[in-house]
């Protein structure tokens, strides 16, 4: 079916769609889809992941996901590959992998991934900011976005940045812990950068399935460089907020994650390894 509609709007509409467009940054194709998807109720507002942060703690860097099939289940995410061979940011459907050089590649279908977790990007709510918050700042800010404590969020924040520093893990041997494989980390940063973070929210109750609070990887505009984000102060941009109150785990059936002791407190090492 062809994607493309030509459709002529009554002058109210076209009012309406011009007033939200103005409070909101959002294009109309972003608008329309998104009443569309309310109205017909497709948007399914579901998180998808593979795997459980605490398996990555415990060296689980295996997986048995390929590309090809975490991007049927969304558009919209983050992750790693295996080996934990740099970092994975998914955006408008574009897998990229920023490797421990700070540069993005393109990634083939067949490749796996021990941990991801994706959505099917449809902001609830989109917010244009203009103050040069720092990450702190800017996670009390995204805070007065969330109106509960208990559902996953995807956030996307589009637009120029002052500053930001990233880093990226470089490819580890076989069942390296997260915080060994992150203790070397390659860390870089970026000055007077347009581009995008891609993330989630997590409740503090699921902090052995994905990171709690904010998790976002860093993609510059030209779609070159970037990697997990440790740091920013934002500029000018355009905050899109997508509420996901359902999720869907799919466990790897491998014989690591089958043997692994995922019953242990993690958060400790989590906490070090991804802040
Ligand atoms: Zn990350």
């Given at each position: 079916m062809n994607s493309s509609l030509h459709h002529r709007l009554s002058p109210s509409l076209q009012v309406a769609l011009a007033k939200r467009q103005r409070e909101t940054g959002q294009s109309i194709e972003e608008i329309v889809e998104a009443a569309l998807g309310q109205y017909l109720e497709v948007d399914e507002e579901t998180i998808f992941q593979t795997s459980t942060i605490s398996a990555l703690v415990e060296g689980?860097?295996?997986?048995?996901?390929t590309v090809g099939e975490l991007v049927t289940h969304g558009n919209f995410g983050l992750g790693t590959f295996d080996d934990l061979d740099g970092e994975m940011v998914l955006l408008d459907g574009e897998v990229l992998q920023l490797k421990s050089d700070g540069q993005a590649y393109a990634v083939a279908e067949s490749a796996k991934t021990p941990f991801a977790t994706v959505t099917f990007w449809e902001a609830d709510r989109t917010v244009v900011l203009n103050q040069p918050l720092d990450y702190s700042q800017l996670q009390a800010y995204l805070d007065t976005l969330?109106?509960?404590?208990n559902i996953f969020y995807a956030i996307k924040v589009e637009g120029s940045f002052e500053f930001v520093k990233t880093r990226s893990v470089a490819r580890q041997v076989e069942q390296t812990r997260l915080i060994d494989a992150t203790a070397q980390q390659p860390v870089f940063e970026f000055h007077q950068v347009q581009g995008t973070l891609v993330g989630f929210w997590t409740p503090t109750y699921m902090q052995t399935v994905n990171v709690p609070g904010y998790h976002f990887h860093f993609l510059t505009q030209d779609r070159r460089q970037g990697g997990h984000l440790l740091d920013c102060r934002i500029g000018q941009v355009t905050i899109g907020i997508d509420d996901t109150p359902q999720m869907r785990m799919a466990l790897p059936n491998t014989s690591d994650f089958l043997a692994a002791?995922?019953?242990?407190?993690?958060r400790e090492e989590l906490h070090q390894s991804e802040k």
């Amino acid at each position: 079916m062809n994607s493309s509609l030509h459709h002529r709007l009554s002058p109210s509409l076209q009012v309406a769609l011009a007033k939200r467009q103005r409070e909101t940054g959002q294009s109309i194709e972003e608008i329309v889809e998104a009443a569309l998807g309310q109205y017909l109720e497709v948007d399914e507002e579901t998180i998808f992941q593979t795997s459980t942060i605490s398996a990555l703690v415990e060296g689980v860097n295996k997986g048995d996901l390929t590309v090809g099939e975490l991007v049927t289940h969304g558009n919209f995410g983050l992750g790693t590959f295996d080996d934990l061979d740099g970092e994975m940011v998914l955006l408008d459907g574009e897998v990229l992998q920023l490797k421990s050089d700070g540069q993005a590649y393109a990634v083939a279908e067949s490749a796996k991934t021990p941990f991801a977790t994706v959505t099917f990007w449809e902001a609830d709510r989109t917010v244009v900011l203009n103050q040069p918050l720092d990450y702190s700042q800017l996670q009390a800010y995204l805070d007065t976005l969330l109106p509960s404590d208990n559902i996953f969020y995807a956030i996307k924040v589009e637009g120029s940045f002052e500053f930001v520093k990233t880093r990226s893990v470089a490819r580890q041997v076989e069942q390296t812990r997260l915080i060994d494989a992150t203790a070397q980390q390659p860390v870089f940063e970026f000055h007077q950068v347009q581009g995008t973070l891609v993330g989630f929210w997590t409740p503090t109750y699921m902090q052995t399935v994905n990171v709690p609070g904010y998790h976002f990887h860093f993609l510059t505009q030209d779609r070159r460089q970037g990697g997990h984000l440790l740091d920013c102060r934002i500029g000018q941009v355009t905050i899109g907020i997508d509420d996901t109150p359902q999720m869907r785990m799919a466990l790897p059936n491998t014989s690591d994650f089958l043997a692994a002791d995922l019953s242990k407190d993690t958060r400790e090492e989590l906490h070090q390894s991804e802040k």
